[in-house]
């Protein structure tokens, strides 16, 4: 707990002294897209990491976060604190109603029937073209005036740090999550789920809290990316955002705070540097997929965390 | 009256197309409980290996298609030894993740070669409208039903009445047992998968010649399968046919009478609208949930 902890100050202390080293715009985006993976990310590994399931279809609530951030903004013209603020509360409602029937299933099922809903989601964004201007998506949605005063750097500054502002507020809801009383019984849930039954914790609610609780998360991060990129298109609801979630949280290490920060900076500076291999790269990223599986299956942070257990308790002075 | 028919015609000949390219998964997802996201793209490797064979070799349609059951079936026992075999019983997960690894690289090997285009598998079957009273069908699509059909219950003839079917069926119940009672279980995972992917090959090259081989429909074709494969029940041949003709006449009504917009939502909305009522599918039997 100390230990995570720390590599949670440490990663934003990180993040808040990065852009002096890298003054640049391409830079900048880059962070953004690790702020905006962070916190995806999170969200994702509330529900695989904490609850134990397998929701294949998350790219559903950061679907709907961005489509609510963006008809909020180009449709009642919200300012942005106002949209991105509805983006997560709308996608806990939809975690909510989603959660409520999905939860019920288990394994295999609970994989499949997420997915379901995210691509019925994704073919009503693609149909309903009234609301959602169809597979054309909503484009031209405002940016706040922070974002458009100054230079590009300084927006893109601007976009930077409040990507950091959103993903350690992100981090720190999952964090006091986590080590509360709920979150010591999601755990005690998916290490042993007749045991917690046995001792009078409810799977399914507590199941519920966690999923509406990483659905907001998840439509928070779709609300930043609708405004950044200021495009919000039946895409966001597609497969390739899940492939990335999936790939953070699992080589990053699941079920702890710390690994889908990892796995998120990883995941999109690989991204970048396998640009280079063009048409080549997303085979390369299949391959690494299949490794990481197979050699790293508890993810970087599951390999440091077993070995900084394996030192003895008394020596390093925390426990 | 007549367009009833017809769309019910329709229905029912897609429909088996589905039974068949669900096929495959029904033994890899129902019966060994492997969640293969790389179905859709071992169909479309299928699909595209029986064009290149049949188009730019010029090999004959039967010929090519025992060259494609072959080398999918050998590819499959080698995923399965040596991707699949390191991650058993740890759990779905690292299944779903290993396959999804897996169908990103085939998918886009595969465009790297062929690119996007759609293909055409060469058939050997006429193309002519049959006229039965007011429905028609053509030629080819009725003989695929054919193929299909006697494919399906070959499989299942298989699984039932084979002592390689019976050792299948002991090691997806009980691997522990099935091991002690002297069953290669190593060997059985990997002969199912292969015959998996087999299946799933040969669906691909059949139904390429028919609609296209593609290498970007495989997302699709997994997705569709899953569904078939659920409607019917996990493992269960008989709901695999059902629930493949339940989404071919499901999305021929609708898209007939209604829009034709939302007709890839209706298999989702079912598999739901399933998983509430009966879980296990209609023709499911385990009572427990996995």
Known sequence: MIFERNCLWGSLAAALLAPLLFPNQYALHIGVLIMFSVMLATSFNLIIGYVGEFPLGHTAFLGVGAYTAALFSSRLAMPFHVAVLAAPLVAALFGLVIGAITLRLRGPFFVIVTLCFAEVLRLIANNWIDLTNGPMGISGIEKPVWATAGDALQQKMAYYYVGVLLASLSLFVAYRFVYSNIGRAAIAVRENRFVAQSIGISPFYLGLVTFVLAAGIAGLAGGFYANYVSFVGPEVFGFSFMISMIIMVLAGGKGTLVGPVVGAVIVVLLEEYLRDFKELRFSIFGLIVMAVVLFLPRGIMGFIARRHESYPRGATGDA | ?290
């Open chain 2, 1 to 290: 009256m007549d367009l009833f028919l017809q769309l019910l015609a329709n229905g029912l000949v897609i429909g088996t197309f589905y039974a068949l390219s669900a096929l495959g998964l029904t033994l890899v997802f129902g019966l060994m409980r492997v969640v293969n996201f790389a179905h859709g793209e071992l169909y479309v490797v299928g699909g595209l290996l029986g064009w290149s064979l049949t188009d730019l070799v010029g090999l004959n349609f039967f010929l090519t298609l025992a060259v494609v059951i072959f080398s999918l079936a050998v590819g499959g026992y080698l995923i399965d030894r040596l991707l699949m075999a390191r991650v058993r019983g740890q759990g779905e997960e690292p299944t779903i993740l290993l396959t999804i690894g897996l169908s990103i690289f085939l998918t886009n090997t595969a465009l790297l070669i062929v690119g996007t285009a759609p293909e055409r598998v060469v058939s050997p079957f006429a193309n002519k409208p049959l006229f039965f009273g007011p429905v028609v069908i053509t030629q080819s699509r009725l003989v695929l039903v054919a193929i299909s059909a006697a494919l399906i219950l070959a499989v299942h003839l298989l699984i039932q009445r084979t002592t390689l079917g019976r050792s299948m069926r002991a090691t997806f119940q009980d691997s522990m047992a099935a091991q002690l009672s002297g069953i290669r279980t190593a060997q059985v995972y990997g002969f199912t998968f292969a015959l998996g992917a087999a299946l799933a090959g040969a669906a691909g090259m059949l139904l390429g010649s028919i609609y296209v081989a593609q290498a970007t429909i495989g997302d699709v074709v997994s997705l569709k399968a899953f569904v078939v494969v659920i409607l019917g029940g996990m493992g269960s041949f008989a709901g695999a046919i059902v629930g493949g003709l339940i989404l071919g006449i499901s999305e021929a009504f609708w898209g007939g009478y209604m829009s034709s917009g939302y007709v890839d939502a209706i298999g989702f909305g079912l598999v739901i609208a399933m998983l509430l009522v009966r879980p296990y599918g209609l023709f499911g039997k385990h009572a427990e949930r996995a």
